[in-house]
């Protein structure tokens, strides 16, 4: 019983008399974080929508070997990655760590990347088993999807993962709405043993998300395997008794060990000689997240990630050369401080992050290239530094004593800076923490010094109180992400002179049950300096004053992350207005995106070139210089559609009514759902020009006669499914520019207009396959895009399974969801 139930935050139970050790999980997809408590970096990749962006599965496997090396480095079994929940909404907290809003092209991708991660003898777990497309009320809500919504659409990418092998998968914290059974993804007895484990016969374990199994009885009957995090929680305390009295057979007991044990076999965690552990075998691993080899495959990532979304009169790329520009300007919050990550627990700690300026002057030697961030894109302040701050002692830091209830302190210790102000308290009879540090005012002017502690607190700064709160918190905190983003209070300090400003913070010890107890407070501070309409005229001063302006814009830390939902899709601050000045101060002015999800940009039809950069990951401003030269040709392609305009979003938002998320746009998600509407948005999914020019030359079917509505359908459940594709579309383009270039081609059906008016819920067009090819300057391909049976085939309720309608679809062949070059028909026998 105690293997169901995790031995800490992020290891399993051992059991030495049976060779078993513990397993260790950690965090993903952005870089495998381990536990945190070996103290090496770790390779931190482009954002998975970036990665997406790429539609390479081989890129998406070096990717995912990347990955699995880094896990045997830092000793860890598990990966908790990939996420294939899709993009139904563009205002999704977690929007960057999904792949996609298409579920063809999230299976495809992650079955690469987890067949990659896998070969290495390390397990992936992909997630949140299913329904979790909203930040808002995560823990609480229940989503309701039609059956057939369910099985095409949300459920896709998890069976294409279970078809391909995948170990683990994690159970969401939200609830479903199913077959007349409304219960938590950990306690949902038709979903985890119906489908997961009956129909498609998955043979590895179900995790519950961190705190998310709240009983014993109802997820041990309901198909969960395994309770994270440890010691402790409904199983540990209440699963023994429920055995024992029969509410929950012992044989559930056994198949449960019995995947844990499979899944140990698997990672080498099992030796099969009693009383004899096998040491973690880290051969293979990386030996620098910094190398050269990692280095490089993180820029090209990064850079093939890349969306060329405009580019008049050939402005990109950039000379080099003496020929290139002499004088070049690069601007914005973003480009001072790329955002190379979103928030919450895909965050990892890289060996360093490459700077645009430092990137662009290396690839750009004949070149002067100047720096100005044309104003703050954040509301706060950075962190404060440590060499700003001193205990009441005259050392260097910030002051910290631990006080009892009574407020008598158990223990003093000194931390460095503000960057340290989360830590583990492990006395249990610490109740409160007492931060005191005095903040040097270098210069005349004003000052800004913002405190945010977690939880109840009281805040003073030069003996003034300045907030107080007596609401304590508890783990709620840890799984809203709230820790991550609480109020804070802002104290304005004018001096006339340098001096010291003195900071007392009391702030409540967290009891975040398995996550530990920890204090929080976040300590930021703003120097006088330049307002934001000085910065923006000395930005705009120097794009007219350059060859070339390069405006870096986004979002950022307080925008993109696990916790919460954004509000709408608007750029931060004024950085809209940034771009139009820029541009018409220099008419040759690029613009880079720096986010991970979609933002308007009122803009895009009136620069010469834009380009969308994601969240690049530890080799930012190496991809940057690369994209802009063209040393790699940003390839990238829409994994999402671009709105124009907010009010034309299909899906607004995912905000729960009455503690329920209604799927109302049934199978539209996405592109579909733009499709159906009829709106135009400001670049369509697949959307992506690179550098090269393309024409489609002609289209032919190869074996379509395979294709026929009475074969019998094989799922997963028995005998695997014939890996034949039902028909292969092949495609011959042609590289019309002169430079060498890689295109994505992309196949998208329709149904046969008589079958359409039957099923009206059916899609307009839906992707149905894709591949990438690259081309020589003047050359030729001829790609072949494999179709699978699964994309002609709907769910038939009534049936309870695939079914396909005979009837002529329509094979649509192009360069995105709306630039459909080529078609022909798909004939499917009755």
């Not at 374990?205 to 199994?213: E, R």
């Not at 063209?630 to 009455?658: F, N, Y």
Request: glycine fraction near 10%; proline fraction near 7%.
């Amino acid at each position: 019983m105690a293997l169901l139930t995790g031995a800490a935050t992020w290891t399993l139970r051992e059991i030495p008399a049976i060779g078993l050790r513990t397993m260790t999980v950690s965090d993903g997809p952005i870089g495998v974080r381990g536990t945190g408590d070996d103290g090496l970096p770790s390779a931190q990749l482009p954002a998975p929508s970036a990665t997406a962006a790429t539609w390479d599965v081989d890129l998406q496997a070096r990717l995912g070997a990347l990955m699995a090396a880094e896990a045997r480095r830092k000793a860890v079994d598990v990966i908790l990655a990939p996420v294939v929940n899709l993009q139904r909404s563009p205002v999704g907290g977690r929007h960057f760590e999904c792949l996609a809003e298409d579920p063809l092209l999230t299976a495809r991708l992650a079955v690469a990347f987890v067949g990659a991660i896998q070969e290495q003898g390390v397990a992936a777990c992909v997630k949140h088993f299913v329904g979790n497309e909203t930040e808002t009320d995560r823990t609480e809500y229940l989503s309701r999807i039609d059956e057939r919504t369910l099985r095409e659409v949300y459920l896709a990418p998890f069976e294409a993962v279970v078809d391909a092998g995948i170990w683990t998968i994690m159970a969401a914290y939200n609830g479903l709405a199913r077959d007349g059974v409304d219960a938590t993804a950990t306690a949902h007895g038709p979903l985890l043993n119906g489908i997961l484990k009956d129909e498609w016969a998955f043979d590895g374990i179900v995790v519950s998300d961190w705190l998310a199994t709240k009983t014993a009885v109802e997820p041990a009957l309901g198909g969960l395997d395994l309770v994270m995090p440890g010691p402790g929680g409904p199983w540990a305390e209440g699963l023994l008794d429920a055995v024992r009295d029969g509410r929950v057979p012992e044989s559930a007991i056994d198949d449960k060990v019995a995947r844990i044990l499979r899944l140990a076999e698997r990672v080498g965690a099992l030796s099969g000689l009693a009383g004899h552990l096998l040491p973690y075998d880290a051969s293979g691993a990386t030996e620098d997240p910094a190398s050269d080899e990692v280095a490089a495959l993180l820029t090209e990532a990064a850079a093939r990630s890349t969306v060329v979304l405009r580019n008049e009169g050939g402005l990109l790329p950039v000379a080099t050369g003496a020929d290139g520009p002499r004088r070049i300007a690069l601007i914005g919050h973003n480009a001072v401080v790329p955002f190379t990550q979103g928030g919450g627990s895909a965050f990892v700690t890289p060996p360093h992050v490459s700077a645009p300026i430092d990137a662009l002057r290396d690839a750009l030697p004949h070149a002067e290239v100047a720096l100005d961030r044309g104003g703050a894109a954040t509301v706060g302040a950075p962190l404060a530094p440590g060499e700003l701050l001193t205990t009441p002692d005259g050392e260097p830091g910030i002051r910290i004593d631990l006080l009892d209830a009574d407020g008598v302190v158990r223990e003093s210790l000194q931390v460095p800076d503000a960057a340290s102000l989360w830590f583990p308290v492990h006395d249990a009879g610490v109740a409160s923490a007492r931060l005191t540090t005095d903040v040097e005012l270098r210069a005349a002017g004003r000052h800004v010094i913002e405190l945010a502690p977690v939880g109840a607190h009281r805040v003073t700064v030069d003996g003034t109180l300045r907030a107080a709160s007596d609401e304590p918190v508890g783990v709620e905190v840890v799984l809203n992400s709230s820790y991550a983003n609480p109020p804070s209070v802002e104290a304005v300090v004018e001096v006339d002179a340098p001096r010291l400003a003195r900071v007392e913070v009391d702030a409540q010890v967290v009891d975040g049950e398995s996550y530990g107890r920890f204090v929080r407070v976040h300590f930021r501070y703003r120097a006088p300096g330049l307002t934001i309409d000085e910065e923006l005229d000395a930005a705009v001063a120097a794009a007219a004053a350059s060859d070339l302006a390069v405006v870096v814009v986004g979002t950022n830390p307080e925008t993109e992350s696990e916790g919460w939902d954004r509000p709408d899709l608007a750029l931060p601050a004024r950085q809209n207005e940034l771009v139009r000045r820029v541009a018409a101060a220099n008419p040759r002015t690029v613009v880079v995106v720096n986010a991970g999800a979609p933002v308007i940009l009122p803009w895009l039809d009136e620069v010469p070139a834009v380009l969308w950069w994601w969240l690049p990951g530890q080799e930012a401003g190496t991809s940057l210089a690369a994209v802009l030269t063209g040393a790699i040709e940003p390839s990238g392609r829409l994994p999402w559609t671009l709105p124009a305009r907010e009010e034309d979003v299909p899906v607004p938002h995912g905000i729960p009514v009455d503690g329920v998320i209604e799927y109302t746009e049934r199978l539209d998600v996405g592109h579909r759902g733009w499709d159906r509407l009829g709106r135009t948005p400001a670049r369509e999914f697949g959307f992506g020009l690179g550098y090269a020019a393309w024409e489609y030359r002609s289209v032919e079917l190869v074996d379509a006669a395979s294709v026929d509505a009475t074969d019998a359908h094989v799922n997963a459940a028995g005998t695997p499914a014939d890996p034949r594709p039902a028909v292969v579309v092949r495609v011959t383009i042609a590289n019309t520019g002169a430079r060498d270039g890689r295109e994505v081609v992309q196949c998208y059906l329709a149904a046969d207009p008589a079958d359409a008016a039957s099923d009206p819920d059916r899609p307009l067009r839906w992707l149905a396959g894709f591949a990438v090819v690259d081309v020589a300057a003047g050359g030729t391909a001829t790609v072949d895009l494999p179709i699978d049976r699964r994309a002609f085939e709907t769910w038939s309720t009534d049936a309870a399974r695939f079914t396909l309608r005979p009837g002529a679809y329509r094979a649509h062949v192009g360069r995105s969801s709306r630039d459909l070059r080529l078609e022909i028909d798909v004939p499917i026998r009755g």
